[in-house]
């Protein structure tokens, strides 16, 4: 496990972010905005622990370890695969394989050009919170991928994303869908080693009547720790799906959600996480409605085995502007050995009658009986567990595109393989 001692909070020196942003050839409304985005920082408040989204987890786990801004060294070497794809690494142009090149899609480095700075910020603003204010003022890997009006990308786009083995890595994703355009964007974090802490942002700008599927894959290795924002903005009938899938690291902290703007639009956000050992992985969903006849969906499931611990937030927020809206919200943890601990708190904020609004939260362990049935017909007792577990997550993997679903099935089949023992 990562160091818990208390670390000071970064400084960032306006020189030094003038310097790093020449490094990288950014323009001079680019340097601005990271500019502004230093001073929010400066005065922004630390989070504090009394409030109930940083109960959990200590925000001192995640603190970069160092001065930013900085390009960290150590990479990870990764072969482009035939489909779509993107290597995003710090103080790197975005790198393309050839498919990409070829998808009728734009993708440039971040702060390249000054219509990036269009949408930059208007799902995740430099205010949102201290790591994100970090981000926005010192990210050292960015990328913008926008998807032309009316184009349709077959094939998903795949962002791989490899953190150093130490440093600190601050990735910024922006994906802007045009109207009526359509994509599948695979955002994939791994790598990292025992010093290595990321802090990621990534925004998505859901045009009118677009569809964006985004799948968000966490699976650092052992000691690696982050913070990852997630917002999508989804424009009048628009269609957005989340998936997240959390695996990896030591400590980890994701705030994932949505932005109903215009009527119409549609949200979904579907996640399975599945620490073990003494992983602390701490999950915040959100889905703000701000305009109505709107809907929203959340099922996100959590099993905990070993002496891991799983924190959920979530909340619909619907506001009085947003009459005939719909949002659900259901959250389920299945403790897999009596050392692991999965806590919840379901939230509803809403500002107006004219709603339909429902959440449910379980905590449970695995069903003694169900267990007893699977072993009586010769079923071992480590293979009946993995039956148990992936029954509990197959209806949420379900409603992942299919060409998706048996990528993170895959995953969560390694996972499993490691539950032996674990009880």
Same mark, same amino acid.
């Given at each position: ?36 985005? @230093? ?16 109960? #959990? ?57 000054? /219509? ?13 919170? #201290? ?102 903005? @989804? ?32 949200? /979904? ?79 509803? /904020?809403?500002?107006?009658?004219? @709603? ?45 595109? /299919? ?8 995953? @969560? ?11």
């Amino acid at each position: 496990m990562a160091s818990t001692a208390t670390r000071e909070r970064v400084t960032l020196e306006a020189q030094a972010v003038t310097d790093f942003s020449a490094s990288l050839g950014e323009t001079a409304a680019g340097l601005t905005w990271r500019q502004d985005a @230093v001073r929010v920082f400066d005065g922004i408040d630390y989070p504090d622990r009394v409030r109930h989204l940083w109960r #959990y987890t200590d925000p001192d786990r995640l603190q970069p370890r160092t001065t930013l801004p900085q390009q960290p060294s150590g990479e990870i070497p990764l072969d482009m695969p035939d489909s779509p794809a993107v290597l995003v690494r710090p103080g790197r142009t975005p790198s393309l394989n050839p498919a990409a090149l070829a998808a009728g899609i734009e993708v440039q480095a971040l702060l390249s050009r000054d /219509e990036h700075l269009n949408w930059l910020g208007r799902a995740v603003p430099a205010d949102h919170g #201290y790591f994100e204010a970090l981000n926005a003022a010192a990210f050292n890997a960015g990328v913008q991928v926008r998807i032309p009006r009316g184009v349709s990308l077959a094939d998903p786009l795949r962002l791989m994303i490899p953190a150093p083995n130490h440093g600190s890595f601050l990735p910024r994703v922006l994906v802007v869908a045009e109207e009526s355009a359509s994509i599948t964007v695979v955002e994939d974090h791994l790598g990292g080693g025992p010093d290595s802490v990321v802090v990621g942002v990534t925004e998505i700008i859901v045009g009118a009547n677009a569809d964006v599927r985004h799948v968000l894959v966490q699976r650092w290795q052992d000691g690696a720790v982050g913070h990852l924002t997630q917002r999508a903005s @989804v424009d009048r009938d628009g269609r957005f799906l989340g998936a997240t899938a959390g695996f990896g690291g030591d400590v980890v902290k994701a705030d994932l959600g949505g932005i109903l703007a215009g009527p119409g639009a549609r949200s /979904e956000l579907v996640g399975v996480t599945l620490p073990d050992r003494r992983q602390q992985l701490d999950h915040h969903t959100v889905h703000r409605h701000t305009s109505g006849n709107t809907w929203s969906n959340i099922d996100f499931k959590a099993a905990v085995a070993g002496r891991a611990r799983s924190a959920y937030t979530g909340l619909l927020r619907i506001e009085a502007d947003a009459p005939a809206s719909e949002a659900f919200q259901e959250n389920r943890n299945l403790l897999l050995s009596d050392r692991a601990r999965a806590d919840t708190i379901p939230e509803l /904020e809403i500002l107006t009658d004219d @709603v339909s609004c429902s959440h449910g939260a379980t905590a449970a362990p695995v069903d003694p009986e169900q267990l007893f049935y699977l072993q009586s017909r010769g079923i071992t007792a480590d293979e009946s567990l993995r039956l148990v577990v992936r029954g509990f997550v197959e209806p949420t993997l379900r409603q992942v595109p /299919e060409g998706l679903r048996v990528e993170l099935e895959d995953l @969560v089949e390694e996972r499993l393989s490691r539950l032996a023992g674990e009880g």
